[in-house]
């Protein structure tokens, strides 16, 4: 029997046996082995649906570690908050200005300093600002890290954040004082989760709803809100959206492909989507290098 299309169930009387429980028909694939299941053997998670056998590993495996780069990345943005309020509700404002002058985004900074097109999703211009945008991570973060694993959740995270930021840069095209303009914040990796758990409930057949309702209120804030980068927020939703769908599509189920081999794919694309999003920001730099806006000399 062929493996049914993606996002669909096969034809219930053509399905394969269940491997643990021969003569009973499987109802699904496991995401993380692919072998067929069947009710008895199924076991939800966030996302996608797993076999008995992989949610013991993913049991003893979330026991010991746990969603680890989601706590890493909340623990860098309150410890690099603290650095600066601290200092800053006593009257000394230079520890602030300090990380800012070597971290936050500025386009204009960017292509001599590249690192702030990341480092900047590790500041907050406030304690709403650092609240809001970690207490999304935490909901949304455990289930993502859940369901990518470790590392891929890291990549779509920082591939969001400087999504974001490569977003702002192409919008100093349409208006030049972006090229002088600070951004900070997690705002940008934030809608790249979002849009990550949109594509992946929508290759489910899962009820989108929820998300699409969070993520429309949002943007609209975003766009009637004041010293609110929406630039930042539309480019790391887009490059969530992006990021998640080709993972996705790697992590199809396919009778020929062995888990090993699509972890070796999905390493090759991350690479991949690397590239481009480095050729990317050296053309927008480029265009803008033409255009007039920016000069090599004085």
Not at 114 to 129: M, Y
Request: include cysteine; proline fraction near 5%.
């Amino acid at each position: 029997m062929s493996m049914p299309t993606y996002g669909r169930r096969s034809n219930p009387s053509a399905a394969p046996e269940c491997p643990r429980h021969p003569g009973v028909r499987s109802v699904d694939y496991c995401k993380k082995c692919n072998r067929p299941m069947c009710s008895d053997c199924l076991v939800h998670t966030e996302v996608r649906n797993i076999c008995v056998d992989c949610a013991g590993v993913v049991r003893r495996s979330a026991r010991v570690r746990g969603p680890v780069v989601t706590y890493t990345i909340i623990g860098i943005c309150a410890v690099l908050f603290l650095l600066g309020a601290v200092p800053s509700f006593v009257g000394v404002d230079a520890v602030e200005a300090w990380i800012r002058s070597w971290l936050a985004f500025t386009p204009v900074y960017g292509l001599i300093q590249p690192w702030r097109f990341f480092s900047t999703a590790f500041l907050h211009s406030g304690i709403l600002h650092v609240a809001f945008n970690m207490l999304a991570l935490y909901w949304v973060g455990q289930a993502l890290e859940s369901a990518l694993g470790h590392w891929r959740f890291a990549n779509l995270y920082a591939l969001s954040a400087i999504g974001g930021s490569v977003f702002v840069l192409a919008w100093s095209l349409a208006d030049p004082m972006m090229l002088h303009t600070v951004t900070v914040g997690a705002s940008g990796a934030v809608f790249g989760l979002f849009g990550g758990v949109l594509v992946m409930q929508r290759t489910m057949g899962q009820d989108t709803r929820s998300i699409l309702v969070l993520l429309g209120i949002n943007l609209a804030y975003g766009f009637i809100g004041s010293n609110i980068s929406w630039q930042a927020h539309l480019g790391g939703l887009i490059t969530g959206l992006l990021v998640t769908w080709i993972y996705m599509r790697v992590d199809r189920p396919r009778p020929s492909v062995t888990a090993r081999r699509q972890s070796r794919q999905a390493v090759a694309v991350s690479a991949g989507m690397w590239v481009v999003m480095v050729v990317l920001t050296g053309l927008i730099y480029r265009l803008i290098f033409e255009s007039g806006l920016l000069s090599w000399g004085p």
